[in-house]
């Protein structure tokens, strides 16, 4: 199975800071990997999806990049409704694995 | 508009069987691939089962290969996940998401609202 490995596994940052967070894979994935949003109670929303596509309605703050087995997570200028857990999710073969995730909280 | 409701979530015994379903809306349902993603309370995301827009093609995560059956009726919209020998640690929010196959690649969107098992004595 391939093993995604989220970092860092939480993160305080500031309204208006510039975020990145790192996904890493045990093997290469090419570009087979989506990233989503997770907010309390709430069911997980796609943000990114083929490394670096952004799925339609998501705001172009979120940007991905990557491939084979590095991968990131940036938002810029951090709002106060994007303090979530992010998670990725390679799709390059089954069983399909997820990050552990990233919380990340206003500092 | 798009919607996935899951149902069918409950209290059962250790050992039990449960069965949940997810009624699709607002697209061809019999067009695409569909998921079950589940998550433990407090935990992370974990993917359970996907099953193809015909049902050819099949997979589990290995913890619940033989417990768990995925399915779907396409002239009803619906998805379900048959769970049987439940255990404690299958208790969680088990959520159903359409795959979309882009050019790009593939697209997990949307969710459901999830619905809660909870495996207790």
């Known amino acids: 199975d391939i093993q995604m490995t989220q970092s860092p596994s939480s993160l305080s940052a500031s309204v208006g800071d510039r975020v990145t967070i790192t996904c890493r894979a045990s093997?290469?994935?090419?570009?087979?990997l989506a990233w989503f949003q997770q907010k309390p109670g709430k069911a997980p929303k796609s943000l990114i999806y083929a490394a670096s596509s952004l799925q339609s309605g998501v705001p172009s703050k979120f940007s991905g990049s990557g491939s084979g087995t590095d991968f990131t997570l940036t938002i810029s200028s951090l709002q106060p409704e994007d303090f979530a857990t992010y998670y990725c999710q390679q799709y390059n073969s089954y069983p399909r694995t997820f990050g552990q995730g990233t919380r990340l909280e206003i500092k | 508009e798009v919607q996935l409701v899951e149902s069918g979530g409950g209290l059962v015994k250790p050992g039990g069987s449960l069965r949940l379903s997810c009624e699709a809306s607002g697209f061809t349902f019999s067009s695409y691939s569909m998921n079950w993603v589940r998550q433990a309370p407090g935990k992370g995301l974990e993917w359970v089962s996907s099953?193809?827009?015909?049902?050819?093609?099949?997979y589990y995560a290995d913890s619940m290969k033989g417990r768990f059956t995925i399915s779907r009726d396409n002239a009803k919209n619906s998805l379900y996940l048959q769970m049987n020998s439940l255990r404690g640690e299958d208790s969680a929010v088990y959520y159903c998401?359409?795959?979309?196959?882009?050019?790009?690649?593939?697209?997990?969107?949307?969710w459901g609202q999830g619905t809660l098992v909870t495996v207790s004595s």
């Open positions: 998401a359409r795959e979309s196959g882009t050019i790009s690649g593939v697209l997990v969107d949307p």
């Open positions: 099953i193809s827009s015909s049902s050819s093609y099949i």
């Open positions: 093997q290469g994935i090419t570009n087979y």
